[in-house]
């Protein structure tokens, strides 16, 4: 919702006071400078980026659209997950969740939490520590280590596409430059044909630096740093998991554990103590 009221200010506000200074908005219909622009800015972009960027940057530009699945509830479900697990191999002990490890589709406590399981990639972190805790005598520090090392690896992951966005952002004027050259070649050619015409030629040339300076300004550039944004909540769930896992192996109870993990939530979204209680009994 805030990125199409901001997408929705910015062009208000650009194009109403064009108008109220005396500008004339067909002028700045210009189909071929839009193609020139936006052409050469697909192209460098398919250039500069592997495949599964691509996709993935496609993915999370329709993801701020439709909203980030990291919020307050996804969390408080997160921390119960954790909790139904620590609680289960506390009273049971650790082979007793071996099952829910290997097959977490079939399992009672992770099919209670469908939006877990649609994050494939901290699904299969969580599960892949859980089988690491089962099967080994690894220390707490050790264990820490290990998940750090791959936090690190999936933000770098997660922020590639963000990167890659505002790098598109940052050559956008320069591409909005290469089509008012290419206008003003045009004009040349029309140097005989009175000022009428070289003004209009002139001013549709010049809409192409607007339109390079105006995108990626205005839209391309904000749209990274959104992303970046989104990417960082998503990469709490993983600290959160961390901080949960270290916790109860070293020993922490279940409630103390996921205590941990809590903490470790951005302020915004963090669930209060009583709320995740009255929420993990619910469960």
């Known amino acids: 919702m805030l ?8 062009i208000a ?5 064009f108008v109220l200074h005396g500008g004339n908005l067909m002028v700045l219909w210009q189909p071929t400078e839009v193609l020139i622009i936006f052409g ?3 192209g460098s972009f398919i250039i500069a980026n592997p495949m599964h960027t691509l996709k993935e940057t496609f993915s999370r530009g329709f993801q701020l659209l439709t909203g980030s699945p990291y919020n307050k509830s996804f969390y408080m479900d997160l921390l119960s997950l954790l909790y139904e697990i ?20 079939s399992s009672q406590i992770f099919s209670r939490y469908p939006a877990i399981m649609k994050s494939k990639e901290l699904q299969a972190f969580i599960t892949d520590y859980l089988r690491i805790i089962s099967s ?4 707490a520090h050790e264990l820490e280590g290990m998940m750090e090392n791959e936090i690190d690896s999936r933000q770098h992951e997660i922020e590639e ?15 909005g430059i290469v089509a008012a050259v290419l206008g003003i070649v045009i004009t040349m050619n029309f140097m005989s044909e009175g000022p009428e015409k070289i003004g209009l030629s002139v001013a549709a040339a010049l809409v192409g630096t607007f339109l390079g300076i105006f995108m990626g300004y205005g839209f391309v550039g904000p749209t990274s740093i959104a992303m970046e944004h989104a990417a960082k909540y998503e990469l709490k769930a993983y ?10 192996v070293s020993g922490q109870a279940p409630q103390m554990a996921i205590e941990f993990g809590r903490k470790a939530l951005p302020t915004d979204k963090r669930p209060g103590f009583q709320e995740l209680n009255d929420h993990v009994r619910s469960k």
């Open 40 to 42: 050469a800015a697909l």
């Open 86 to 105: 620590f609680d289960k191999s506390r009273k049971q002990g650790v082979m007793a969740i071996e099952e829910d490890i290997d097959n977490p589709e």
């Open 3 to 10: 990125l199409i009221i901001g997408a929705v200010i910015v």
């Open 239 to 248: 600290e959160c998991v961390r901080s949960a896992i270290v916790a109860t």
């Open 136 to 139: 080994g005598n690894m220390a």
């Open 13 to 17: 506000s650009v194009f109403t006071g």
């Open 161 to 175: 596409s963000a990167h890659a966005v505002n790098k598109i952002a940052d050559a956008l004027p320069g591409l």
